[in-house]
């Protein structure tokens, strides 16, 4: 009987002899592989943290101990020694999350899944268990690449000010975030993996000087005193200590034993404590141990003996982004590329090939990369700075006071905008159309395929006295959806054929071939529309207006939230012109979002064109005096979704 299935909680662990937990860090090892390639997930990274997790549950009492984890997609393994062992729905509806959930157990603290940050928590959590006078501890595990960012320095500065308030830090060490880790922090980790530890030299350096005679011990107890000194040439920990922070390591992440005793010795120690332990990602897994870009880090579906994706997609609007950052990068030496430890996700692996010394990763710091690009435009270049849309909302005051106040052309490329579904609340781009829209001066581009994301990002740079914004989904851009004619600076994707058409249908992004099914389906309806796709949401375009003016109701469909939205910018721009207008906005609403597919959440919320084309039909037919029986023929009229 396999180890892994008699295991149902932490407990279950302290039964084990060490042969016996180094069966079970094999068990897993095996089962993660043949799990996540049939889901796809977070694959490298729990790899890497098997004995980690083992011995992190031997050690603390969960959930009694929190144990906190950052960025949380290394939390599988604590998924599988906390009872949840059914990974078949991994990421998918009414399956398990990909990050800690505290819908899913009381051993999830946090749903953490935005890097940098557990430091924080775990201070605020041992305060109130200082302030309540609990017996527990507090663990946070943050990876190498967390700490390249500012908020877990903020954290440790405070941390440190209470000597004798239990936290043990446990860092994480795979050279690694995404990619190889960089910085100053990286080189200091480096040299802390590749010198031999104080402790050992101290220890040797006793023996050979207890057994000489007279002036040993005394010669000892001077370079005893002079510790900080020697342990700083020795294994120059010293950053650590200097904050007043205790460090044990570096220690063997694959050897549990030695795990153990670190953290048993962290544990009793009664204040704040670093222990670095030396992680291999996607250990165990010659594949993932092969990909140098970034050992299967996350993997869609997979063939577990190859590790070869099962299925190749079509283009994608990443790569899209990236091949033509590669063309203006050759046509424009000015054009520099910033990344936030994710060139490859983003898309700028071509661009840092081709021109090596134009790209910038500032690790995981967008406050830092905003300023930075705010930097480098004053100095007299264009910054092209590439992150997902989720992740920009940690660098709005950047774009708001150092970007946009000083007038700076830098441009901003949102990946993953929209629903993005499997990666759940967290990862979701709902929110950059919506907080954008407060910032003076701003341009936010939607484009609606892939020749839009190529004319789009060109326009955007060409702008050199101002923040600019490109935002485009996840995962295979569909075909062209070609335009039919343009006012003012908006496409016209579908003339209505009347001229006193029903309804103004304003399109934004990716959403361009949903739009036109909607379209389909109010004209069967005999409901006339006009499509418009308005390109550059930000500002409204000023010949909105005049168009709206001429149609009976206008309706905007938008991939981002509902509050703040576009929907509600060309609501106050007709407001203003003094157009009175029937508006309808459709978008998402302002919760946070389980995972499932795309589609899947898309349903949920309401987001299809049946679903939209009903309520068209009522607020047409209610402008008419015929809203229940027209609105009843629509239901039954509409076909079904279909993913």
């Not at 222990?275 to 579906?301: I, N, S």
């Not at 016209?492 to 992004?509: A, C, F, I, Q, W």
């Not at 499932?596 to 309401?606: H, K, L, N, T, W």
Request: aromatic letters at 6%; proline letters at 5%.
């Amino acid at each position: 009987m396999p180890l892994l299935t008699r295991i149902r909680g932490p407990r279950d662990l302290d039964r084990l002899s060490l042969e016996e937990l180094n069966q079970l860090a094999e068990e897993i090892r095996t089962f993660l592989v043949e799990a996540v390639s049939k889901t796809g997930g977070h694959l490298g990274p729990n790899l890497g943290v098997v004995e980690l997790t083992i011995a992190l549950h031997r050690v603390f009492e969960s959930p009694k101990d929190k144990v906190l984890w950052d960025t949380g997609h290394q939390s599988y393994v604590h998924k599988l020694l906390t009872g949840r062992q059914d990974f078949s729905k991994l990421k998918m509806k009414g399956g398990l999350s990909g990050y800690p959930s505290q819908a899913e157990s009381e051993h999830d603290i946090i749903e953490n899944s935005h890097a940098s940050t557990v430091l924080g928590w775990a201070d605020g959590i041992a305060k109130a268990n200082e302030l309540l006078e609990r017996d527990s501890h507090v663990v946070a595990v943050i990876g190498d690449g967390a700490l390249t960012g500012g908020m877990a320095w903020e954290a440790l500065n405070n941390i440190a000010d209470a000597k004798d308030r239990p936290l043990v830090i446990v860092v994480n060490d795979n050279e690694r975030s995404y990619a190889p880790t960089i910085g100053g922090l990286a080189n200091h980790l480096a040299t802390l993996r590749t010198t031999d530890g104080y402790e050992r030299f101290l220890a040797r350096t006793k023996e050979v000087l207890e057994r000489t005679p007279v002036v040993g011990r005394p010669l000892y107890d001077t370079l005893h005193g002079a510790k900080k000194g020697l342990k700083d040439f020795i294994a120059p920990q010293g950053m650590f200590e200097d904050l007043g922070l205790k460090y044990v390591g570096p220690i063997d992440g694959h050897d549990l034993e030695a795990l153990e005793s670190a953290l048993a010795r962290a544990k009793r120690f009664g204040g704040p404590v670093i222990v670095h332990c030396l992680t291999e990602k996607g250990r165990g897994y010659q594949p993932a141990l092969q990909d140098e870009a970034d050992r299967f880090h996350a993997v869609g579906k997979i063939h577990p003996d190859t590790g070869l994706p099962i299925a190749s997609s079509g283009a994608d609007w990443t790569s899209v982004f990236g091949e033509e950052m590669v063309k203006l990068g050759e046509e424009r030496e000015d054009i520099v590329a910033i990344t936030a430890a994710m060139l490859q996700p983003v898309g700028l692996d071509r661009f840092a090939k081709r021109f090596p010394e134009r790209v910038y990763d500032v690790g995981i710091a967008e406050q830092h990369g905003a300023v930075s690009a705010a930097g480098l435009a004053t100095g007299g270049v264009h910054p092209v700075f590439a992150v997902y849309a989720t992740f920009l909302n940690r660098a709005f005051d950047q774009v708001l006071m150092d970007v946009a106040l000083h007038k700076c052309g830098v441009t901003f490329v949102l990946d993953r905008a929209g629903v993005t579904g499997t990666d759940g609340a967290s990862h979701n781009g709902m929110w950059d159309m919506s907080i954008l829209q407060v910032v003076p001066g701003l341009r936010l581009a939607a484009p609606r395929d892939a020749d839009q994301v190529r004319a789009q990002l060109r326009e955007a740079v060409a702008v050199d006295d101002a923040p600019t914004v490109v935002r485009f989904s996840k995962g295979a851009v569909g075909p062209a959806v070609p335009a039919v004619g343009r006012v003012g600076g908006m496409d016209v994707l579908r003339e209505p054929g009347t001229d006193r058409p029903d309804v103004l249908l304003v399109s934004v992004g990716a959403l361009a071939p949903m739009c036109l099914e909607i379209a389909g389906l109010l004209d069967k309806q005999g409901i006339s529309t006009t499509v418009v796709d308005p390109r550059w949401v930000k500002p409204v375009d000023e010949a909105m207006a005049p168009l709206a003016e001429r149609h009976r109701v206008v309706v905007t469909v938008e991939d981002n939230s509902r509050v703040g939205g576009v929907g509600s910018a060309i609501a106050q721009a007709l407001r203003d012109a003094g157009v009175d207008v029937p508006l309808r906005d459709f978008g998402i609403p302002p919760r946070f979002l389980d995972h499932a597919s795309r589609a899947e959440v898309m349903a949920e919320i309401g987001l299809t064109a049946p679903d939209i084309a009903r309520q068209v039909t009522g607020l047409v037919a209610k402008l008419d005096g015929r809203y229940e029986h027209s609105a009843a023929d629509a239901v039954d009229s509409v076909e079904p979704a279909r993913d």
